[in-house]
């Protein structure tokens, strides 16, 4: 092996470093370099090695196309929103969790809804036995959603609602909520996740095929364009489709196509490109490859901005910003040794705010096990703090802009999503591609290949396929109380016979009436909301109209 005084001085470049250098060392043997896409990964990145375009690449904060951020002060300017996913049991016990989230420093609140609330059941339905409360808050009507967030001003807080098949229904309840306290719609600030492609790509939480559920999106958003201005009425999810375990190139082009999809729609209802597109936001996940996460992110905001104003002719620069909020990867946490996905969570989160999120959540590390503890949501959020305040990562704008392994990376994810732009286009776009099965079918093969790469311990997860520790003590996990689905049961069943119920008739049959035609549903939808009606006797008088989609299964 050459000593120091061997090795040659005055290289001519990276080549020759390699020949002379490099390849006398040898390389662990067994594991990949490269990252979980894929892509492969080369020891030393030069300028000899990449090419950076600053103006066609970088450019500057807040300036297209924004790779180095949407905002020209970022968090010198204002830190992210720290938003911790909440919501369990009825709308009593999520209430509480709100209230101590808030207390401890929270600066958003993100709302999980159950189950049936989320496929379009009421609690006492059949259907419904055993997932009332269990991952999220049971909500079937207005009054649910009053006791949700009562004693939380929602003129001064932003609300994010993870929903979709059922979230023009949501939205209904929320805009009821607040007209009550007094404040108006167009007051109201956050974000309804609303995506439904992506329901059909990834997470399989639909009701209708994809054409009225198309529609209702987009009466989401063209209600929210007049109505409500302030708020965020599709939030386009790459999330899901990363945990249902799509590699990161999949979750970035997937999740791009989907939103130009619902461009598509808003424009082919007649609206403007510039009366919306400033209010569509995006979601994704922060897996555990550090740097090709913070590449994801960066390639995505040029993607985004250069197709609105290229290929949709948006004229305002706000229809060009890609606004995203990030959770911690779900997928990532491992049952075994919890403890250890605090350092999961605390890096995946690193890499978000590297990458330039505009809010965050970050996952608890219970959460391979249960609904999280109120110990370790705290802990989740301080996890944010102390990035926040702690580690001087907020002093600076992209702070790893020009790293010559970060812009090739953003470079190479960049150009492989469009690749995929291209094969899904050639399908027809992103609705017939479903139909086909394109994205089942690509998600599957790279979930196989990743199991693989884990079964032959190629990718090490600590504690799973090394350093494994036996006789692990068993944590205390959050519990969900069997009585609370009885109390809310008994509560939708109380409702139905305390409301007027030939108010709640006629709103339910003009809504009926509606989905026959093409009026713009939230209003109809509104109406229902506060005659009374229940979250799934509206979505059954919808099911009436326009069917269920059933899925041609993948194997």
Known sequence: MATTEDRPTGLSGIAEWRRALYEAAAEREGELFSTISGVEIEPLYTAESVEIDEERHLGYPGVFPFTRGVYPSMYRGKLWTMRQFAGFGTAGETNERFRYLLDHGQTGLSTAF????????????????????????????????????????????????????????????????????????????GTIQTDILKEYIAQKEWIFPPEPSMRLVTDMIEFCSAEMPKWHPISISGYHIREAGSNAVQELAFTLMNGFTYVEAALERGLDVDDFAPRLSFFFNAHIDFFEEIAKYRAARRIWARELRERYGAKNPRSWLMRFHTQTAGVSLTAQQPEV????????????????????????FDEALALPT??????????????????????????????????????????????????????????????????????????????????????????????????????????????????????????????????????????????????????????????????????????????????????
């Open 114 to 189: 159950d189950m049936p609330s989320l496929m379009g059941y009421d609690s006492d339905h059949p259907r419904s036995l055993g997932e009332v409360g269990r991952e999220g808050v049971a909500i079937d009507s207005l009054e649910d959603m009053e006791t949700l967030f009562g004693g939380i001003p929602l003129g001064e807080v932003s609300t994010s609602m993870t929903i979709n098949c059922t979230a023009p229904i949501a939205l209904a309840f929320y805009v009821c909520v607040a007209e009550s306290q007094g404040v108006s719609r167009a007051e109201l600030r």
């Open 341 to 364: 996905n605090i350092v999961r969570t605390a890096l995946e989160a690193l890499s978000a705010v590297l990458g330039g999120t505009q809010s965050l959540h970050t996952n608890s």
């Open 374 to 555: 109120e110990n370790a949501v705290r802990l989740a959020l301080r996890t944010q703090q102390v990035i926040a305040h702690e580690t001087g990562v907020v002093n600076t704008i992209d702070p790893l802009g020009g790293s010559y392994f970060v812009e090739d990376l953003t470079n190479r994810l960049e150009a492989q999503a469009y690749e995929y732009f291209d094969r899904i286009r050639a399908l027809g776009g992103v609705v017939p591609a479903i139909k086909e099965n394109f994205f089942q079918r690509e998600i599957a093969d790279a979930s196989f290949r990743y199991q693989s790469e884990l079964e032959e311990k190629q990718r090490v997860i600590v504690g799973v396929n090394r350093y494994q520790q036996a006789d692990e003590p068993e944590l205390e996990l959050l519990r969900i109380d069997p009585a609370l689905e009885v109390e809310q049961i008994a509560r939708v069943r109380s409702l139905r016979e305390r409301r007027d119920s030939s108010a709640a008739e006629s709103a339910l049959a003009r809504l009926t009436e509606g989905a026959a035609g093409d009026a713009n549903l939230m209003p109809l939808i509104i109406d229902c909301a506060r005659a009374s009606v229940t979250m799934g006797e509206m979505c059954d008088a919808l099911r009436e109209q326009w069917g269920v989609w059933r899925e041609t299964p993948v194997f």
